[in-house]
């Protein structure tokens, strides 16, 4: 069972009357369900922090925030006390499931090593892997961090050039919000030209 990606899209804002005019609704309680009309509550919600949640607010603008539905629900009715619900989709695949990339491009990097910290996490997610790419040079070795600390208990070894090469197993792999992810050459030797550094996130819908 996976659970599915909801809010914070392009589409993802409740509005209300106002004055014969529509606003957004600030601060509105949401509340999701399997039917249009009547039907049963879905309670089994997780807020971006990965907390037990019940029903969504709303924000200053107006806007659902990211949270992810039950197991296996990709859509539901969302119910902000009006008269009739709306149909809400999840985003793609399975929160859970879902695979994005996140990575830096260091031209000319120091022997001595250089970091850069390039991700503030939006919500909670999990590193499934570091990669490393050196173009020239004769050596490099590479790692990245969640707030500080090592990603790979081991830098990651550029032994061959112009090569795709991944770390072994990532450690301190969970980020919760707002955790920053950075990444690290630790050394480079012979002046390489280029390192390139990705690492794969899970479950950021």
Request: glycine fraction near 12%; charge should be negative.
């Amino acid at each position: 069972m996976a659970r599915y990606a909801f809010g914070a899209g392009i589409a993802d804002f409740v509005v209300t009357p106002n004055d014969g005019q529509w606003a957004v609704a600030a601060g509105a309680v949401i509340t999701f369900w399997d039917a249009a009309d009547g039907g049963t509550q879905y309670t089994d919600l997780l807020d971006a922090s990965s907390q037990p949640i019940t029903a969504a607010v709303t924000d200053e603008y107006g806007m659902l925030p990211w949270f992810q539905g039950p197991d296996d629900v990709s859509g539901m009715w969302a119910d902000a006390g009006g008269a009739s619900r709306a149909w809400i989709e999840a985003h793609g695949g399975a929160a859970d499931d879902t695979t994005t990339t996140k990575g830096v491009v260091v031209p000319e990097p120091p022997a001595g090593g250089v970091s850069y910290v390039i991700w503030r996490a939006p919500h909670a997610c999990t590193v499934t892997a570091v990669s490393g790419y050196r173009e020239g040079g004769t050596g490099a070795t590479v790692n990245a961090t969640v707030n500080g600390a090592d990603l790979l208990a081991v830098d990651l070894s550029l032994s061959t050039p112009d090569t795709w090469l991944s770390g072994p197993d990532v450690q301190n792999a969970s980020m919760a919000a707002g955790d920053t992810l950075a990444v690290a050459v630790r050394s480079a030797a012979g002046a390489p030209a280029a390192i390139t550094i990705l690492i794969d996130i899970q479950g950021l819908g």
